[in-house]
């Protein structure tokens, strides 16, 4: 004689709670799945005129990275190749390993900008960009009359 399995029609309710609970486990808390790819920044004007941007490049030299300024857009790229090979002679040992990660971000900057007075630093991961803005851009206040 088969098996009788009683059937429950709320058992569905109570699966939804489980699968937030399996999403919530710190797992799945620290990877971002629509950020992957793209690099986080901060933009800002100084007091003294100038557009401050920080990108976070960890890991990245600075022959990698590619800042562009065109008409009042910034660009950044970070690209990095490796390829890794190891021979052992003893045992045969063979390993070859590939990888290539890339980032990239275009953002309006505040104002008109001086494209050609551009300050980049990177330093301990962090990409710093003084862009001076033209004195067009600065805010100035209008008399009503």
Do not use: C, W
Request: zero cysteines.
């Amino acid at each position: 004689m088969p098996n009788i399995t009683r059937y429950d029609p709320f058992e569905l309710m109570t699966l939804h709670p489980n699968f937030n609970r399996l999403f919530s486990e710190p797992f799945f808390k620290d990877f971002d799945f629509a950020a992957e790819g793209t690099l986080p920044l901060d933009v800002r004007v100084d007091t003294d005129g100038q557009v401050l941007v920080e990108a976070s490049l960890p890991g990245f030299k600075k022959e990698e990275i590619e800042v562009e300024l065109v008409g009042g857009q910034l660009t950044i790229t970070a690209q990095r190749k490796k390829d890794e090979e190891e021979r052992r002679n003893g045992n045969k040992f063979y390993r070859k390993e590939r990888y290539f990660g890339s980032v990239s971000r275009t953002i309006a900057l505040p104002g008109a900008v001086d494209s050609k007075h551009v300050n980049a630093e990177l330093k301990d991961g962090v990409l710093k960009l003084r862009i001076p803005q033209t004195p067009e851009a600065k805010t100035t206040k209008v008399r009503i009359s």
